[in-house]
């Protein structure tokens, strides 16, 4: 396992990115391949090993698998219903869950490169319908809102953003008399803080820097492993 590798996986790792974006192809990909092997691939999976060994102070159950279709993303788009061909897709995810559900299932740790930006986000990017009405259920209750919003306030005094795709409308039947009502319109809800200026990463360990901006975003997910438990 090498470290510099490790550390070296956002610089090349936008490299290629924006070289595939250019060249989406299968042919250019064949061609590629050893180096994406040696510039993402391998780095990727070492990454998770580090990061489980790291995240498991936080949260033991921690499922940190360096498999591809485990923590790491397919770099293959699924393209059958889809009008936009492009075989391959030009960012690179490894996900960190805790759950026995189906892992995009469960809330986790989400580590994120494109070209221009890294980013790394904690929580559930969307409820499946168990967990949603789990969620609404929660957020109607007066305390429990209050314990969210906490958290909330917690990862946006360390720097964090709060994301999530929303609802139009609130849903019927819940109680809207909470502190923060508007957490009913969630469809998904996690903290990400992001890196667009790839600078700052030149003189850190890639793997202490990202858990470290992990526990500033982790009050989000204790919040939701409680909910579902």
Request: proline share 5%; glycine share 6%; hydrophobic share 40%.
């Amino acid at each position: 396992m090498s470290t510099n590798a490790i550390n070296q996986l956002p610089f090349k790792g936008r490299e290629f990115l924006t070289r595939l974006k250019h060249n989406n192809s299968k042919d250019w990909f064949d061609a590629n391949r050893e180096l994406y092997e040696s510039d993402i691939l391998n780095p990727s999976r070492d990454f998770v090993i580090s990061m489980g060994v790291k995240l498991r102070q936080l949260v033991p159950a921690i499922v940190a698998d360096p498999r591809v279709n485990r923590s790491l993303f397919r770099i293959n788009r699924d393209i059958r219903f889809s009008k936009n061909k492009s075989p391959y897709k030009t960012h690179i995810g490894i996900f960190f869950w805790e759950g026995k559900a189906p892992k995009l299932e469960n809330s986790g740790y989400y580590f994120h490169i494109e070209p221009k930006e890294l980013f790394l986000g904690v929580g559930l990017h969307i409820f499946p319908k168990w967990v949603l009405e789990k969620y609404r259920q929660a957020v109607s209750d007066p305390q429990l809102n209050i314990t969210l919003t906490d958290a909330i306030s917690i990862v946006q005094r360390n720097g964090g953003e709060i994301g999530g795709d929303k609802y139009k409308r609130y849903p019927a039947g819940y109680n809207l008399d909470v502190a923060e009502p508007e957490l009913l319109l969630y469809k998904g809800i996690y903290g990400l803080t992001w890196v667009r200026d790839f600078d700052l990463l030149s003189n850190v360990d890639l793997v202490d820097f990202c858990f470290e901006k992990f526990k500033e975003l982790s009050p989000i997910h204790n919040w939701l492993v409680k909910l579902v438990q």
